[in-house]
């Protein structure tokens, strides 16, 4: 059955990327939170989308010139001010959560910018220290990242993810040892899911926001998808659930 899996948390409900929006994704019933990554100056690995903190927080410029320190003085609640004020999280926050619960971790390394020198190992040796490694999916739109983290770490399940079409994915997943694809929606038409899938590689869609799309995906039993609005999908998916039940 397909898995829901909650961008970046409910991220519509709370803000972004923090503590809130996971623990909302998990009282939505999502299977899962999808999580980015980045260094501070000082090395420590902090959950936040942007490589500047402007849009996010009350702060201004990237996020590798703020020490932890500095960037936990931020407030990272730009989208609804008024509920509450929160901090950005350490990924170490993130996996102290995680192994309370059953959910996986979709981990996106955001070093197609700026390179962050062992990004890779740092989140590698924080999942191998908690235990996780058969419930997490490490991906980025950095392939050559995703290669890196497959040679560090075989056991650890990696997908690239891309926004066009590509020839064949599952043939290109298999050459760099991806055990699944995070395209673009618009860029995963039935076929290509089914002969993926058939073919062993996992396919999460992402961001799919629309019932329309996320009804296609649940009946052609994708894997799963990334989506703003697991509260959403997860009532849907109970719905088609219901009808196919004899």
């Not at 923090?18 to 899962?32: E, H, I, L, R, V």
């Not at 390394?109 to 020198?117: E, M, R």
């Not at 799963?224 to 109970?238: C, G, H, N, Q, W």
């Amino acid at each position: 059955m397909t898995q829901i899996i909650a961008h970046r948390g409910s991220s519509k409900v709370e803000p972004e990327n923090t503590m809130p929006a996971f623990q909302q994704a998990y009282k939505d019933g999502a299977d899962g939170i999808e999580i980015d990554v980045q260094l501070t100056k000082d090395g420590e690995i902090v959950v936040i989308h942007d490589e500047k903190v402007d849009r996010t927080t009350n702060g201004k410029g990237y996020v590798k010139d703020y020490s932890l320190k500095e960037l936990q003085k931020l407030n990272a609640n730009n989208k609804f001010p008024t509920i509450h004020k929160v901090t950005i999280p350490t990924l170490i926050e993130i996996l102290e959560w995680i192994v309370s619960n059953e959910m996986t971790l979709h981990i996106e390394l955001k070093n197609g910018v700026v390179p962050y020198p062992e990004l890779e190992e740092k989140v590698i040796q924080l999942i191998r220290l908690y235990g996780v490694e058969n419930r997490v999916i490490l991906s980025s739109f950095n392939h050559y990242s995703i290669v890196k983290c497959y040679r560090l770490a075989p056991e650890i399940e990696t997908a690239p993810i891309y926004k066009s079409g590509i020839f064949m994915p599952w043939v290109y997943a298999q050459s760099i040892r991806a055990k699944g694809i995070h395209p673009h929606y618009l860029a995963a038409p039935n076929e290509l899911i089914e002969e993926s899938m058939k073919n062993g590689i996992q396919v999460r869609p992402y961001t799919v926001n629309k019932e329309k799309d996320m009804k296609r995906l649940i009946e052609v039993n994708c894997t799963a998808f990334i989506t703003d609005y697991p509260e959403k999908a997860v009532r849907l998916k109970e719905k088609l659930k219901k009808k196919t039940t004899p």
